[in-house]
């Protein structure tokens, strides 16, 4: 007679049959997992993170690449390679994240887009923790890979002044020239700057550069920064490019002077947050509210059956034109025809271009 399954014995289970049982559950889980990665992933506060992330690394390798070359190159370096180092470094942080997060890469510049309401002040830790993050990352790549190079030019002694520094490779300085509030202003001349020509080159209602062209028109515009007025203070413009290189520098053993001397470092940030913030107000005061704004929504189909209607050489005949909103046929000349026709019942929505 058969036990009762309570009372049945036990039977010790076949380790072999286990061990099949956890490598199954161990491959069911790994695709888990990585569904559950990339829905993470595909989250717009996490692709925005790592967009600026990604491009301020990008834009801070080639920058600060180029300022290496200068100091610890001689002849491979100069003035010049600097600004096209960080101009074509921008220019290639929008073509990565320009669709995703407006590569900012710039703190002071996403202070101002969330100050004018472009943008949710929620995103703003978000955006300018990448940025660090990003920043600081490309001046340990700068590091590790220049390191023999500055352990020669500097005799093993890390400084900040003098004919042998080398920590303005990663951070901007104030010039024995200027003084600190003069270095202050030139930063919020400089910040102002580049917002107000931001704006000017991305405004879709004004005269902004040609699609698919804005990336390389902002990198010539940092370039003419850097060569027009870079020289006092280094234009900096960009608390994400100067404060976290600067405290890897302390870290690394350039010590607590990065911070010290001339009590230059809060300039720098502070400065920009200033500057960026008055050059899009100055814009959208004296610029921006200027320009007239074309209607979102076209209700009267006569004018857009106009718009749609080809402009013909004076010396080419006048064939009649058929429209694709309906069968009626229209021309130039008996333009009363077109009148007849009655207007849409759903409104048209007018692309910006």
Known sequence: MALPLSIRPTRWSDPRVETWSTRSSKMVSSPTVITRMQAIMQKEMVREFLAEFISTYVMMVFGLGSVAHMVLGGKFGSFLGVNLGFGFGVTMGVHMAGNISGAHMNAALTF???????????????????????????????????????????????????????????????????????????????????????????????????????????????????????????????????????????????????????????????????GAYLGGIIYLVFIGSTIPRRPQILEDSMMYEDRRIPVLSKTMPNP?????????????????????????????HLEHF
């Open 112 to 274: 101002t887009n969330c100050a004018l309401g472009h943008m949710s002040w929620k995103k703003f830790p978000v955006y300018v923790l990448g940025q660090f993050l990003g920043s600081f990352l490309a001046a340990a790549t700068i590091y590790c890979l220049f390191y023999s190079a500055i352990i020669e030019f500097s005799g093993g002694h890390l400084t900040v002044t003098g004919p042998l520094a080398t920590a303005s490779i990663f951070a901007t300085y104030l010039p024995d020239h200027s003084t600190l509030w003069r270095g202050f202003l030139d930063e919020v001349l400089v910040t102002g700057m580049l917002q107000l020509c931001l704006f000017a080159i991305t405004d879709k209602e004004n005269n902004p550069a040609l699609q698919g062209t804005q990336a390389l028109v902002i990198g010539i515009l940092i370039i003419v920064i850097g060569v027009s007025l870079g020289m006092n203070t280094g234009y900096a413009m960009n608390p994400s490019r100067d404060l976290p290189p600067r405290f890897f520098t302390y870290i690394a053993g350039w010590g607590v002077q990065v911070f010290r001397a001339r009590d230059w470092w809060w300039v720098p940030v502070v400065a920009p947050f200033l």
């Open 320 to 348: 009649p034109v058929t429209s694709s909103i309906t069968p009626v046929s229209v021309s130039p000349i008996n333009r009363p025809s077109v009148r007849t026709v009655p207007p849409l019942s759903d409104p048209i």
